[in-house]
């Protein structure tokens, strides 16, 4: 990124860590946040939960401050703080959940991680840093060398230098690192242990931004569907297929390895109870760091499956919709054909209804009627005794749907397609035509499912009668055939 005045003038006005280090509030925001969301290493948290969080926060301010400080209510800071003019927190709404969440931007956690490298360091060491330049110059030039002569003189030298190093072991000499340098190379550790959960957040908040440009796309797209499909496969593609996906995914299957996680174990707790280190009071949380990256790479590798399932549901909505909706205009089309089959007219092809502008004055509109008020009394109720027939209330017709759509799903085992006629006769209607219309209704709700309104079936069933005699009941219907 170049550093002129015309690129920091932009990212001092749109990007939320500067408006963040330049706000009033910063010292709350990036405190009550650092020790929320950054320490515990949280992912999202009940609205109702943050609000309580910063109410003890504002609280135990007042009292050193005063009651003038901080006067405003915690809902209303976290709102503000959500807003899209500051942008600290993503406010949203969880699947299956009415109570809203909130989870910390990339943008606050780079300025919180900014002001934490304000503070002055006891200790600052370079050797370690200088250590892992060389250590990535010799992999990226081994990495990209071609000539097999080459990695096999390399390989031949580092095993020459292992072979000696061995040697000075097996005779007693055992070189060991100086108090400085382990402690240069644990706090490089825990900076770039820091460093890697904000990293799993830009990458959560880079796969949202790719959805929310993909939905946007769709509900502008006047193409063809073929070409929408084909652009958004392929920009997916391309980011699973960056640098930043390929990073990730490589990152993520190497932490997986259970040898992988039982040998990092093993070195924490072996570094951690040297005494050098012991004596600089790590923080308590490092010995399950790895731990946290796991939790991390898996929330972030859930928000991008969530992603992908609701980007596929909000096309097959769409994609039902539009299907829906042409399957109504040709069955319309074919219903006016078949009337004007015989007698086709011999004028106008098409008649245009309320080509008149409709004028609704407002003088004829009706006056303002005042609702009538209950006067309601205080006189007692008495229990009285009624006479009459009750046996209606206990004769209600009840159609299980679940179990109609079972029916056909188990005549659809054998064959590939039945008419509902064929499933009426293999599970007789028992409730007569309120159970035919609730099979219409199946038909008229499965997409799979077809009427022809050029063949008739004869659907019959036996009903009792009111005089308790049992009749035979038919009824003509257009064909359906329920396709498996």
């Not at 859930?302 to 109504?328: C, G, H, P, Y």
Request: glycine share 4%.
């Amino acid at each position: 990124m170049a550093i002129d005045y015309a690129t920091l003038n932009l990212l001092r006005q749109n990007h939320p860590a500067w408006r963040l280090l330049c706000s009033d509030h910063a010292p709350l925001v990036a405190s009550f946040l650092e020790r929320i969301f950054v320490t515990p290493n949280r992912r999202a948290i009940d609205a109702a939960d943050l609000t309580e969080a910063l109410e003890d926060e504002l609280y135990g301010l007042r009292r050193q401050l005063g009651p003038e400080a901080f006067p405003r209510a915690a809902h209303d800071y976290l709102d503000d703080w959500a807003s899209a003019d500051k942008g600290w927190l993503r406010k949203f709404y969880a699947a299956e959940s009415d109570e809203a969440q909130y989870d910390l931007t990339p943008g606050a956690e780079k300025a919180i991680a900014w002001l934490a490298t304000l503070a002055t360091r006891s200790f600052v060491g370079t050797e370690s840093r200088l250590l892992t330049l060389f250590t990535l110059l010799r992999q990226m030039s081994e990495g990209s060398e071609t000539d097999p002569a080459v990695r096999l003189a390399e390989l031949h030298r580092r095993r020459d230098e292992i072979d000696a190093e061995m040697a000075r072991i097996a005779q007693g000499c055992v070189p060991l690192l100086e108090d400085s340098a382990l402690k240069d190379r644990f706090q490089q550790f825990v900076q770039l242990s820091r460093e890697l959960l904000s990293d799993f957040r830009q990458v959560e908040y880079n796969f949202r931004q790719l959805d929310r440009r993909v939905r946007e796309r769709i509900a502008l797209w006047e193409g063809s569907k073929g070409a929408l499909l084909e652009e958004i496969l392929g920009e997916r593609d391309l980011i699973t297929d960056s640098d930043e996906g390929r990073s990730f995914r490589a990152f993520f299957d190497f932490l997986m390895s259970s040898a992988r996680e039982e040998e990092l174990t093993q070195l924490l707790e072996h570094i951690l109870a040297l005494p050098v280190i012991r004596d600089m009071a790590p923080d308590p949380r490092t010995r399950r760091i790895h731990y946290d990256w796991l939790a991390a790479g898996e929330h972030t590798q859930r928000t991008v499956a969530q992603l992908s399932s609701q980007l596929r549901r909000f096309l097959d909505d769409r994609a039902w919709l539009e299907n829906r909706r042409i399957m109504d205009l040709l069955r319309e089309i074919e219903s006016l054909a078949l009337d004007l089959r015989e007698t086709p007219p011999g004028g106008a092809m098409m008649r245009l209804y309320e080509t008149g502008a409709a004028v609704d004055l407002p003088l004829e509109r009706r006056l303002y009627n005042p609702p009538l008020r209950l006067a309601i009394t205080d006189q007692a109720i008495d229990a009285g005794q009624a006479d009459m027939d009750d046996s209606a209330l206990y004769a209600q017709i009840v159609i299980d749907r679940a179990e109609l759509a079972r029916h056909v799903r188990q005549a659809l085992q054998n064959r590939s397609q039945i008419t509902l006629r064929e499933v009426c006769e293999l599970h007789p209607l028992r409730h007569g035509l309120a159970e035919l219309v609730a099979y219409l209704d199946l038909a008229a709700m499965d997409a799979k499912s077809c009427i022809d309104e050029d063949v008739t079936d004869t659907v019959i069933w036996r009903s009792v009668h009111t005089d308790g005699q049992e009749r035979q009941r038919q009824a003509h219907i257009p064909r359906v055939i329920f396709v498996r």
